[in-house]
């Protein structure tokens, strides 16, 4: 069954790049990208979404300050974490928030993992 994954990163080579594995790996399953924080709340309200990922480090609102709005927003939403930064407190934060934390660099293999769960 296809499914929707909103894409959230300021980088639109980031935005890019997942969109590409994810319809190279689920070539029926919609992408929305979000630019921001704001900009995810926004489509988020329009769109029924299945996965998310949030970058953590974006202009304004950062990822792990938007999370819980987007999980009250998409309550059955499965909502991943991207960082290049591997420190404990942004880690203890997601696992705080129910997140799934994916270090990156973003390869295929965690991407799809993330999108097989």
């Given at each position: 069954?296809?499914?929707?994954?909103?894409?959230?990163?300021?980088?639109?080579?980031?935005?890019?790049?997942?969109?590409?594995?994810?319809?190279?790996?689920?070539?029926?399953?919609?992408?929305?990208?979000?630019?921001?924080?704001?900009?995810?709340?926004?489509?988020?309200?329009?769109?029924?979404?299945?996965?998310?990922?949030?970058?953590?480090?974006?202009?304004?609102?950062?990822?792990?300050?938007?999370?819980?709005?987007?999980?009250?927003?998409?309550?059955?939403?499965?909502?991943?974490?991207?960082?290049?930064?591997?420190?404990?407190?942004?880690?203890?934060?997601?696992?705080?928030?129910?997140?799934?934390?994916?270090?990156?660099?973003?390869?295929?293999?965690?991407?799809?993992?993330f999108l097989e769960q």
């Amino acid at each position: 069954m296809p499914k929707n994954v909103m894409v959230v990163d300021d980088s639109a080579v980031s935005r890019m790049m997942l969109k590409a594995i994810i319809n190279s790996a689920k070539p029926d399953w919609c992408v929305v990208e979000a630019e921001s924080a704001e900009d995810a709340l926004q489509k988020s309200v329009a769109t029924h979404v299945d996965f998310i990922t949030l970058d953590v480090h974006m202009p304004g609102m950062d990822g792990l300050s938007v999370a819980p709005a987007l999980k009250e927003q998409c309550a059955n939403a499965k909502i991943a974490i991207l960082s290049g930064k591997v420190q404990a407190d942004v880690k203890a934060r997601a696992d705080e928030l129910n997140l799934i934390f994916i270090p990156k660099p973003i390869t295929e293999d965690k991407v799809i993992r993330f999108l097989e769960q």
